[in-house]
T-cell receptor, first 115, second 110 residues
Framework: DTEVTQTPKHLVMGMTNKKSLKCEQHMGHRAMYWYKQKAKKPPELMFV???????INESVPSRFSPECPNSSLLNLHLHALQPEDSALYLCASSHRVAQMNTEAFFGQGTRLTVV | DAKTTQPTSMDCAEGRAANLPCNHS???????VYWYRQIHSQGPQYIIH???NNETNEMASLIITEDRKSSTLILPHATLRDTAVYYCIVRAYTGNQFYFGTGTSLTVIP
């Protein structure tokens, strides 16, 4: 199983809503990532988790709150988002962060629209 | 972190080899070069990676120059399904993040 599963595939939320994005992998990977991708732009790294601990936060606004409850699951909690936060949110995983010679596997993303 | 520079777009005739260049002149000796591609609105797909030797797999070949300042991804027989944005990534040594550059939009023409 080399799959990273993201749910939901599409999400529309209002600016006062609270929602969560979910990412799951069963490859035994201990590094997990969240990326944000705007239209016609490359993915931008948001967060990196290593062994269920947040290791990198790329100065992401606090309205995005990541959580890694176990080694297979990564969540992104959303609250009070703005319309400019509308984007494709990608999750990825790889073997432990200190292992350079391995690829990251990406999910198909959640298309988020903030209205 | 090392940066990558790629041409914005390229065309390739179907059945011909597609050669996608990437410059990474500030790469460190222990940083790997990775290539991913992204077909419209899908998640990025891993293609190949290497350190200093040339690499080949069932999808592509990766040629890295001896000074490691540039590399070329080769798709030996491009098909219409290879139309995508191709990203060359130098994996950061500290933290091992994958930082995407601007990528090359490859269009395979029938």
């Amino acid at each position: 199983d080399t799959e990273v599963t993201q749910t939901p595939k599409h999400l529309v939320m209002g600016m006062t809503n609270k929602k969560s994005l979910k990412c799951e992998q069963h490859m035994g990977h201990r590094a997990m990532y969240w990326y944000k991708q705007k239209a016609k732009k490359p993915p931008e790294l948001m967060f990196v988790y290593s062994y269920e601990k947040l290791s990198i936060n790329e100065s992401v606004p606090s309205r995005f709150s990541p959580e890694c409850p176990n080694s297979s699951l990564l969540n992104l909690h959303l609250h009070a988002l703005q319309p400019e936060d509308s984007a494709l949110y990608l999750c990825a995983s790889s073997h432990r962060v200190a292992q350079m010679n391995t690829e990251a596997f990406f999910g198909q993303g959640t298309r988020l629209t903030v209205v | 972190d090392a940066k990558t520079t790629q041409p914005t777009s390229m065309d390739c005739a179907e059945g011909r080899a597609a050669n996608l260049p990437c410059n990474h002149s500030t790469i460190s000796g222990n940083e790997y070069v990775y290539w991913y591609r992204q077909i419209h609105s899908q998640g990025p797909q891993y293609i190949i990676h290497g350190l200093k030797n040339n690499e080949t797999n069932e999808m592509a070949s990766l040629i890295i120059t001896e000074d490691r300042k540039s590399s070329t991804l080769i798709l030996p027989h491009a098909t219409l399904r290879d139309t995508a944005v191709y990203y060359c990534i130098v994996r950061a040594y500290t933290g091992n993040q994958f930082y995407f550059g601007t990528g090359t939009s490859l269009t395979v023409i029938p």
